[in-house]
């Protein structure tokens, strides 16, 4: 903002920065004020590798001029000419700003627990081990499935075990023996280190409640307490592809969990139409995309539950579940052979395609955009090629669910906080 208050009316500027500036509250203090402010964006470099091999970073620019340009001035985003660009940095629709939290979508999509220190965390031998001592330690030795659990194991399952007291007290936990001098010896020590001023390092109630994670969100607990199986998709991944998983495990904080186990759920979050909207506003780690739950699915207008996403749902769920266990792999190279361009004989990835079209169909219906033609093929978003909805495609779904979204939340203002249409879509879709 500092930048543009230098120049004149019709002065010019350019920018360059870590790709970050067009992301989350990054993108909100930096670009988005200076839109409001006056500046509209010319040309954009939204995310490259740096050219020189010393520096491992990915790098935005901008150009832009303080003042109106004509709407027949071809704008430039990544070589390409738009008629507008947004501070995403990539090609503006017709609805202009960022998507707002809904109250329709709290509650439902978490982080996983934060657990501060490796002493909880147990290799699946020496569990059994434990448990084979003392059968009473299967209240407190869980399966710790990880975001590295999602995207490389074939059956999503976890690959090491953690300790759990939950919210305890001391004299609970220390009846489970082996468990609680676990922790006593490796997490405690760690928790209650003191900096020189004699105060603890770790902020309270850390080190005095060592033997609890730092995270525990109990706010999941309680939303999945009555459910055997929720979607998870791992924060950091190439897919943003959810799975379904058992609940009698703990969730890492890579995993963000959806409190539901319905197949229409999961097939509106294994869409075209989520997977671009977490995308673009989600945040990147390189070409990776991180999911943000409050940002990404808090803001995602979700439509009303049809037979047609309940059925391709449990379709794809099995079909491509038989898929990875019989071919061995798991989501992301999975889903690497699905986006690659050469592989065109392989029938579990043909097939695979094919349900990702009826994904995205069934969505898009369920939306009521009949009309749109969605043309699928291998196209590239963010540096990175995928068989997915063609470009005119995504830019016209992202601009109606962005307008669908400012909609809905005029409309929950009206209704103090609540939305009408997000109430009903959310018992249909949780159903």
């Known amino acids: 903002m500092g930048a543009t208050s230098l120049l004149r009316t019709n002065g010019t500027l350019g920018l360059i920065a870590t790709n970050t500036v067009a992301q989350g509250d990054s993108r909100e203090v930096g670009l988005d004020a200076m839109v409001e402010g006056g500046f509209t964006i010319t040309r954009a470099i939204q995310s490259r590798s740096w050219p020189a091999a010393s520096a491992n970073l990915e790098y935005a620019a901008v150009w832009g001029t303080v003042g109106s340009v004509a709407d027949d001035v071809p704008r430039v985003a990544d070589d390409i000419e738009v008629r507008r660009i947004s501070t995403l940095l990539e090609a503006q629709g017709c609805t202009e700003g960022n998507p707002i939290r809904l109250a329709e979508n709290a509650g439902i999509a978490f982080q996983g627990c934060i657990v501060l220190g490796m002493g909880f965390v147990l290799e699946p031998a020496e569990a059994q081990e434990w448990i084979a001592a003392d059968p009473r330690n299967t209240d407190v030795l869980f399966p710790y499935l990880s975001g590295e659990d999602l995207n490389q194991?074939?059956?999503?399952?976890?690959?090491?075990?953690?300790?759990?007291?939950?919210?305890?007290?001391?004299?609970?936990?220390?009846?489970?023996?082996?468990?609680?001098?676990?922790?006593?010896?490796?997490?405690?020590?760690?928790?209650?280190?003191?900096?020189?001023?004699?105060?603890?390092?770790?902020?309270?109630?850390?080190?005095?409640?060592?033997?609890?994670?730092?995270?525990?969100?109990?706010a999941m607990r309680k939303a999945i307490s009555g459910l055997s199986e929720v979607l998870v998709i791992a924060r950091v991944s190439k897919t943003v592809m959810p799975l379904r998983v058992p609940t009698s495990q703990v969730f890492h904080e890579k995993v963000v969990v959806f409190a539901t186990a319905s197949f229409a759920m999961q097939a509106l979050l294994s869409s075209s139409l989520h997977q671009l909207w977490a995308i673009k506003y989600g945040t990147t780690l390189r070409t990776d995309a991180t999911y943000t739950p409050d940002l990404v699915f808090g803001s995602l207008p979700r439509p009303e539950s049809t037979d047609v996403l309940r059925d391709v749902g449990l379709a794809l769920d099995s079909e491509r579940r038989e898929i990875m266990a019989r071919r061995g792999v798991g989501a992301t190279k999975l889903y690497s052979m699905v986006n690659n361009f050469d592989l065109r004989d392989d029938t579990d990835i043909a097939r695979l395609r094919d349900l990702q079209v009826a994904v995205d169909e069934a969505a898009v219906c369920a939306y009521g955009w009949n009309d749109l033609e969605l043309d699928h093929g291998f196209h590239v978003y963010r540096q990175v090629a995928r068989w997915s909805v063609s470009p005119r495609a995504r830019i016209e779904l992202l601009d109606r669910l962005l307008d669908e979204n400012k909609s809905r939340t005029l409309n929950q203002d009206a209704h103090t906080g609540v939305a009408d249409l997000g109430v009903r879509g959310e018992a249909s879709l949780f159903d």
């Open 153 to 218: 194991r074939p059956d999503a399952t976890a690959s090491r075990w953690v300790i759990d007291f939950n919210d305890w007290s001391e004299d609970r936990a220390r009846s489970f023996a082996l468990p609680y001098e676990r922790l006593a010896q490796r997490v405690k020590p760690e928790r209650q280190r003191r900096r020189q001023d004699g105060q603890y390092a770790l902020r309270k109630p850390l080190p005095e409640r060592w033997w609890q994670y730092a995270e525990k969100r109990p």
